[in-house]
Nanobody
Framework: QVQLVESGGGTVQPGGSLRLSCAASGVIISINLMGWYRQAPGKEGELVAAISRGGSTNYADSVKGRFAISKDNAKNTVYMQMNSLKPEDTAIYYC?????????WGQGTQVTVAS
């Protein structure tokens, strides 16, 4: 059974930074894609950033230039550095890991950006 453990959320002032981590453990044959999604109150969930097995990345337009996704293959861990945070970034952030017989979601971590 694969488990994902997220960490790094919290409350920060506008302009601040946070770094999210998501570590996958268990029997993992291969990972094709790791990503971060977010769900804000009253809004639809959206893909924030994703990184492929080969290291290609894509970002939501709203976070380009501010967020950076990266991964450590040896640790089956994905990170997201979030800089220049804005109040509209407030949401629950979920990581997703997709791979061979694998499509797993993290438990979610709250990010709040407020003065």
């Amino acid at each position: 059974q694969v488990q994902l453990v997220e960490s790094g959320g919290g409350t920060v002032q506008p302009g601040g930074s946070l770094r999210l981590s998501c570590a996958a453990s268990g029997v993992i044959i291969s990972i094709n894609l790791m990503g971060w999604y977010r769900q804000a109150p009253g809004k639809e969930g959206e893909l924030v950033a994703a990184i492929s097995r080969g290291g290609s990345t894509n970002y939501a337009d709203s976070v380009k230039g501010r967020f950076a996704i990266s991964k450590d293959n040896a640790k089956n861990t994905v990170y997201m550095q979030m800089n220049s945070l804005k109040p509209e970034d407030t949401a629950i952030y979920y990581c997703n890991v997709d791979g061979y017989e694998l499509d797993k979601w993290g438990q979610g971590t709250q990010v709040t950006v407020a003065s």
